[in-house]
């Protein structure tokens, strides 16, 4: 139990606590709910109210909260060793850890580069890309290309290679700009296709266009393989990845699959990209590496990225990144521990149930007034509201409809979280069907509250 009464916890969280993405001036007015506990797919407030986590911890949680096995691995690790620098050394938990991540990564990703979140991940990335290109003796191909409602993280160059304007447009002036590709958001289809049997997948085309009228000035594209988280789950076609992989063989430009959401199991396979059997050059992973424990994170990269930067020390081909909680040994005890629950819990084995529980259950939503999108790819699903379905006219972001609704899910005993007017399901991978079940039906009650229909 916390050593502080609820009341005292919430005055000095509004006193002190800056939260993320978040307007204070409201969070000051408002009585914030303190998690203590967790327990499966579960998180327990202060007062003992339990509910489920729909978000799981942010997009993070693999196997639920406070896994025994996960927690005496991290017991034993903290009693070993907590940490220790791979500026100069190495530890046994990085070593053991990069090699099961080479070993199940889409094949060719052998070399492992450790930082402690997605956005370093992504950043990490990105700047190989472009130092690589240094090194090939093609310093011409500088550029980036990136996606309309991309997400890639908080960090400038994260930032830089996004395409959210309501998070990213105020910081404009500091980023390096980049070459904006439209990502395909079938729902609201940017190249006016409005039907599945009308996509010709044009948005392949108008890439393909866009990287010959860059030809020779592009060092890499980033991408978020099958789905774009923030930008709303936006759940792609099957065979753009692939597409996406094919184009940038044929221009020589490296794909960086920012796997940091969809990672470990997400989408049903172990990595998104595989799901569509391609390799990228770099793909950056964190959230589901710890199984949501810990901040950890790696960028994965080929033989062919890594081989540029070897040459005599004078040449100066070093990578110069790198962060102090670089292959920290408790978040690599906590992510063997992870991998070795995928295998005896079976976990990828399961999924297709649990994927097909979730589809079939989330037919009930698809009947409501308000609801005009309902999409999801593997444990990942997302509820787009509209005002109107005909039309597909969205409701004024004023309005906080998805707020609304996720405020109205807490009394149904759900955590839920929106993106604008987009609700989120993103439970953890060991959610059992009852509470796949308890997840949709609070959501549809909430949404029925909320929007009248
Ligand atoms: N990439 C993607 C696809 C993400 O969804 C996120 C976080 N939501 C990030 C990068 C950034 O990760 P972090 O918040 O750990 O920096």
């Not at 109205?408 to 007017?421: D, I, K, M, Q, S």
């Amino acid at each position: 139990m916390p050593d502080y009464d609820t009341q005292t916890l919430r005055d000095w969280d509004r006193r002190h606590i800056w939260h993320p993405f978040t307007q204070m001036k409201e969070w000051e007015e408002s009585e914030p709910v303190v998690i203590v506990e967790g327990e499966g797919s579960w998180i327990i407030d202060s007062e003992g109210k339990r509910y489920l986590d729909g978000v799981a911890a942010i997009w993070t949680n693999v196997h639920g909260h406070c896994r025994r096995e996960i927690n005496e691995a991290l017991k034993a690790q903290v009693d070993r060793l907590e940490h220790s620098t791979l500026l100069g050394l190495t530890n046994d938990r990085a070593v053991v850890l990069a090699k099961r991540l080479a070993e199940i990564a889409p094949p060719g990703l052998c070399k492992v580069f450790y930082s402690d979140n997605g956005s370093t991940a992504v950043e990490v990335g990105v700047k190989m890309a472009f130092q690589f290109w240094r090194h090939e003796g093609k310093p011409e191909k500088s550029r980036f290309i990136s996606f309309t409602s991309a997400y890639h993280g908080d960090t400038l160059g994260a930032v830089s290679v996004g395409g959210i304007d309501l998070f990213h447009g105020v910081f404009r002036p500091l980023l390096f700009p980049t070459i904006q590709a439209p990502a395909p958001y079938c729902y609201r289809c940017p190249m006016g296709r409005d039907t599945p049997a009308a996509c010709g997948m044009e948005c392949l085309t108008e890439l393909e266009r866009i990287m010959e009228s860059h030809a020779g000035e592009v060092a890499g594209l980033v991408i978020e393989p099958l789905v774009q988280g923030a930008g709303g789950m936006i759940v792609q076609p099957e065979g753009f990845l692939k597409g996406v992989r094919e184009l940038c063989d044929r221009h020589d430009i490296l794909m960086i699959a920012d796997e940091v959401a969809v990672g470990f199991g997400r989408t049903g396979a172990m990595f998104a990209c595989g799901r569509e059997g391609i390799t990228p050059d770099i793909m950056a992973l964190s959230k589901g590496i710890t199984a949501g424990y810990m901040p950890l994170a790696a960028t994965l990269a080929t033989q062919r990225v890594y081989d540029a930067f070897l040459g005599e020390y004078r040449e100066m081909k070093t990578f110069f990144h790198g962060h102090t909680f670089t292959g920290n040994p408790l978040g690599c005890a906590v992510a063997l521990a992870s991998l070795d629950l995928f295998e005896s819990d079976r976990l990828l084995g399961k999924l297709p149930n649990k994927i097909k529980l979730l589809q079939e259950k989330l037919k009930g939503l698809i009947e409501l007034e308000h609801v005009g999108d309902v999409r999801q790819c593997g444990m990942i699903a997302a509820v787009e509201l509209v005002r109107d379905r005909a039309t597909k006219e969205p409701f004024d972001w004023e309005e906080r409809v998805g707020v609304r609704v996720c405020l109205e899910a807490r009394t149904h005993g759900v955590f839920l979280r929106p993106l604008g007017n987009v609700i989120v399901i993103f439970p953890p991978l060991a959610i059992t069907a009852e509470e796949i079940d308890f997840l949709v039906d609070g959501l549809e009650k909430s949404i029925h509250t909320v929007t009248g229909g």
